[in-house]
């Protein structure tokens, strides 16, 4: 490739590029984001949660309710598989343990909380509002969260299959040690996200918006779709090489070895 059309693949990262391509993270990742820009390079990084529980209360058993209100309580390994929680608020909880197997949670509120190591597959969390919150260790597969409102979240360790976030609203969200396999951001609006040494594995793109979205610390990022939407995200050199091919063929360069 030539100087020139190196310079233009890398004003390209920014967007106009086709579907597809992966990089992987040359080095350490960053831990940790934080108000202020993200290394000097101008990207802003996210604001984490800062999560204090006040002495909790144990959850005295039973249903969830629809619309129920639940303040200040710790569940502990609770069972909540095809129940209907939709519309509940949960502020200053804790959740450890807990099975979520196709419960309904639609329209929840999940407030400065914690939730550790849920597990659960069809979890419907469609239109909810995470503000404040941790996610550690969780193993979820299809879970819905599209058109949800993800505000000072960290989602950190475990691994999520098929992650529905389409026209979700994501901002101060920070990825990290977690494995993503084919999450869809379709049509999602991403501000002040971070990628720290977690793996995204046919991650979709397609019509989203990215702003001050730092991808350089993570492991693996394998676009299936949506490449021509990187713009507002941020990349390392090494990845902007895994992607360089992908680039300019949609310049139209082609890359033809001497001789």
Not at 25 to 35: D, K, Q
Not at 58 to 66: D, K, S
Not at 92 to 100: E, N, Q, S
Not at 198 to 220: I, M, Y
């Amino acid at each position: 490739m030539t100087s020139q059309a190196f310079v233009q693949v890398r004003r390209l990262v920014s967007g106009g590029v086709q579907d597809g391509g992966m990089v992987r993270r040359a080095g350490a990742g960053r831990a940790g984001g934080g108000t202020g820009t993200s290394g000097g390079t101008g990207v802003k990084g996210a604001r984490r949660p800062e999560v204090r529980l006040p002495p909790l209360e144990p959850y005295g058993g039973g249903e969830l309710e629809p619309d129920g209100d639940y303040d200040g309580l710790e569940f502990r390994e609770a069972d909540f598989a095809a129940q209907d929680g939709a519309g509940a608020r949960f502020m200053d909880c804790a959740l450890k343990g807990c099975a979520l197997d196709e419960t309904r949670l639609r329209h929840v509120r999940v407030l400065d909380s914690v939730l550790t190591g849920i597990r659960g597959v069809g979890t419907d969390l469609a239109e909810s509002t995470l503000r404040d919150v941790e996610l550690v260790d969780a193993r979820l597969g299809g879970v819905q969260l599209h058109g949800a409102v993800l505000e000072r979240v960290v989602i950190r360790g475990g691994k999520i299959d098929y992650l529905n976030l389409r026209k979700g609203r994501l901002r101060d969200v920070v990825f990290e040690g977690c494995v993503l396999v084919e999450p869809d951001f379709g049509g999602a609006r991403l501000e002040r996200v971070e990628f720290v040494d977690c793996a995204l594995k046919g991650v979709d793109f397609s019509a989203a918006t990215l702003t001050d979205v730092d991808l350089r610390g993570a492991a693996e990022v394998d676009i299936a779709r949506g490449v021509d939407r990187l713009a507002g995200a941020v990349i390392s050199p090494a990845q902007l090489m895994d992607l360089a091919a992908v680039l300019a063929a949609e310049m139209g360069v082609r890359v033809v070895a001497e001789g």
